[in-house]
Protein backbone atom coordinates (compact mmCIF):
# COMPACT_ATOMS: atom_id res chain seq x y z
CA UNK A 1 0.00 0.00 0.00
CA UNK A 2 0.89 3.32 -1.03
CA UNK A 3 2.05 5.95 2.02
CA UNK A 4 0.33 9.67 2.12
CA UNK A 5 3.56 11.21 0.76
CA UNK A 6 3.90 8.25 -2.39
CA UNK A 7 0.14 9.41 -3.11
CA UNK A 8 0.59 12.92 -3.09
CA UNK A 9 0.46 14.70 -6.54
CA UNK A 10 3.61 15.82 -8.66
CA UNK A 11 4.22 19.38 -8.67
CA UNK A 12 6.88 21.20 -10.36
CA UNK A 13 9.72 22.71 -8.88
CA UNK A 14 11.39 26.12 -9.42
CA UNK A 15 14.85 26.69 -8.69
CA UNK A 16 16.15 30.17 -9.19
CA UNK A 17 19.27 30.43 -11.51
CA UNK A 18 22.00 33.31 -10.93
CA UNK A 19 23.93 34.80 -13.23
CA UNK A 20 26.11 37.73 -13.92
CA UNK A 21 26.16 40.59 -16.47
CA UNK A 22 29.32 42.50 -16.74
CA UNK A 23 28.79 46.55 -17.50
CA UNK A 24 31.39 48.53 -18.65
CA UNK A 25 30.99 52.65 -18.69
CA UNK A 26 34.22 52.16 -22.04
CA UNK A 27 34.66 56.05 -21.90
CA UNK A 28 35.31 55.55 -18.26
CA UNK A 29 37.91 53.19 -18.61
CA UNK A 30 41.58 53.65 -19.09
CA UNK A 31 42.55 50.57 -20.05
CA UNK A 32 44.77 49.85 -16.92
CA UNK A 33 44.19 46.28 -17.51
CA UNK A 34 43.65 45.28 -13.55
CA UNK A 35 40.26 43.82 -14.03
CA UNK A 36 40.94 41.35 -16.60
CA UNK A 37 44.51 40.60 -14.97
CA UNK A 38 43.32 39.72 -11.92
CA UNK A 39 39.56 38.51 -12.13
CA UNK A 40 40.49 35.22 -11.16
CA UNK A 41 38.48 33.29 -13.60
CA UNK A 42 39.48 34.26 -16.56
CA UNK A 43 36.17 36.03 -17.81
CA UNK A 44 37.53 39.45 -18.77
CA UNK A 45 39.80 39.82 -21.95
CA UNK A 46 41.25 43.18 -23.50
CA UNK A 47 38.85 44.21 -25.64
CA UNK A 48 39.92 44.55 -29.23
CA UNK A 49 38.87 47.88 -30.42
CA UNK A 50 39.59 51.31 -28.33
CA UNK A 51 37.36 53.86 -26.58
CA UNK A 52 37.00 57.50 -27.37
CA UNK A 53 39.99 58.20 -25.56
CA UNK A 54 42.18 55.53 -27.73
CA UNK A 55 42.36 52.65 -24.57
CA UNK A 56 41.09 49.08 -24.70
CA UNK A 57 38.23 48.85 -22.33
CA UNK A 58 38.01 44.90 -20.88
CA UNK A 59 35.33 42.46 -22.71
CA UNK A 60 33.30 39.71 -21.11
CA UNK A 61 34.19 36.86 -23.51
CA UNK A 62 33.41 33.96 -20.95
CA UNK A 63 30.73 35.37 -19.12
CA UNK A 64 29.48 31.58 -18.07
CA UNK A 65 32.24 31.18 -15.92
CA UNK A 66 31.75 34.60 -13.82
CA UNK A 67 30.77 33.99 -10.05
CA UNK A 68 29.81 37.69 -9.31
CA UNK A 69 32.60 37.89 -6.56
CA UNK A 70 33.05 41.50 -7.49
CA UNK A 71 36.60 42.37 -7.96
CA UNK A 72 36.99 43.59 -11.23
CA UNK A 73 34.38 45.68 -9.47
CA UNK A 74 36.53 46.69 -6.75
CA UNK A 75 39.85 46.94 -8.72
CA UNK A 76 38.84 49.34 -10.86
CA UNK A 77 40.25 53.09 -10.03
CA UNK A 78 37.80 54.70 -12.49
CA UNK A 79 34.94 53.02 -11.25
CA UNK A 80 34.19 51.86 -14.77
CA UNK A 81 32.97 48.57 -14.57
CA UNK A 82 30.56 46.77 -12.26
CA UNK A 83 28.83 43.29 -12.11
CA UNK A 84 25.19 42.88 -11.76
CA UNK A 85 23.03 39.90 -10.77
CA UNK A 86 20.51 38.15 -13.02
CA UNK A 87 18.19 36.18 -11.17
CA UNK A 88 15.89 33.67 -13.43
CA UNK A 89 13.25 31.61 -12.51
CA UNK A 90 13.33 27.67 -14.15
CA UNK A 91 11.13 24.68 -13.70
CA UNK A 92 13.41 22.06 -14.35
CA UNK A 93 12.42 19.71 -11.49
CA UNK A 94 9.35 17.84 -10.72
CA UNK A 95 8.86 16.26 -7.29
CA UNK A 96 6.00 15.79 -4.97
CA UNK A 97 4.54 18.03 -2.50
S1 LIG B 1 32.78 39.39 -10.86
FE1 LIG B 1 34.65 38.20 -10.37
S2 LIG B 1 34.55 36.41 -11.72
FE2 LIG B 1 33.10 37.92 -12.53
S3 LIG B 1 34.26 39.08 -14.09
FE3 LIG B 1 34.43 40.19 -12.15
S4 LIG B 1 36.33 39.45 -11.21
FE4 LIG B 1 35.75 37.99 -12.79
S1 LIG C 1 40.15 48.17 -14.21
FE1 LIG C 1 38.72 49.78 -14.90
S2 LIG C 1 40.02 51.28 -15.94
FE2 LIG C 1 41.23 49.39 -15.73
S3 LIG C 1 40.88 48.26 -17.69
FE3 LIG C 1 39.35 47.53 -16.21
S4 LIG C 1 37.52 48.82 -16.55
FE4 LIG C 1 39.28 49.86 -17.50
New binding site residues.
Given amino acids: MLTRQERSPIVPEEETTTKYEIV ?2 ED ?9 TFCPREV ?1 E ?1 STTFNSKG ?4 EATNIDRCVGCGL ?1 EA ?7 HVEEKKTKTTTKRGRK
Avoid: Q, R, S
Fill in positions: VNWCKGCGFCYLKYYPPCICPDFAI
